[in-house]
């Protein structure tokens, strides 16, 4: 565990080497269900620090979408559970997306693994588990964003059981 956080801390505190992003902080429901079985329902609360230098370029010069990029955060629940992590993201303006026009909106999709620690909550079944999401944010005229995301963490079967978890999300975003 303490490698984890020397880990994350360097990389979390090693900002020359990347030279803008965004800090975004969030709050949500941690095991949002749609079929009526809430019962481990908790608050989540996220942190994450992402870089705006791409680590891959994958696609033509003219659409950003294909620049992947890197991020580490955090996660912590009303019930202690916490997630350390780290990842990739990709992000793209919807207008200019769909027709060739810049908007105010902004389409985040990530992917991250990390350390989890299940505090007294649901039990995931793994020290190891993965983060998929999805995000749409609004830019504001101060460049800062408010997002909402929708993200699943599990153990992609690593463990004996994967119950797995899904997470809504609000989120401010403030560029640094």
Do not use: C, W
């Not at 505190?13 to 749609?34: E, H």
């Not at 033509?60 to 990842?87: C, H, I, M, Q, R």
């Amino acid at each position: 565990m303490k490698f984890i956080y020397i880990l994350f801390s360097s990389i979390f505190l090693s900002t020359q080497s990347f030279s803008s992003g965004l800090n975004i902080y969030g709050v949500g429901i941690y095991d949002l269900k749609f079929d009526g079985s809430e019962t481990d329902q908790a608050i989540d609360f996220r942190y994450e620090r992402r870089f705006d230098n791409s680590i891959f370029d994958i696609g033509p010069n003219e659409d950003n979408f294909f620049f992947l990029k890197p991020f580490v955060g955090f996660e912590y629940t009303g019930d202690s559970a916490s997630y350390f992590l780290t990842g990739i993201y990709l992000e793209d303006n919807l207008g200019q997306l769909f027709t060739s026009e810049k908007n105010k909106l902004i389409f985040t999709p990530s992917f991250g693994a990390g350390y989890y620690d299940d505090g007294s909550g649901l039990k995931l079944g793994n020290d190891v588990q993965f983060r998929s999401s999805i995000e749409i944010s609004y830019l504001l005229k101060n460049k800062n964003r408010i997002g909402f995301s929708f993200s699943h963490i599990s153990n992609a079967n690593l463990g004996d059981k994967n119950p797995g978890v899904e997470i809504f999300s609000i989120s401010y975003q403030i560029p640094y």
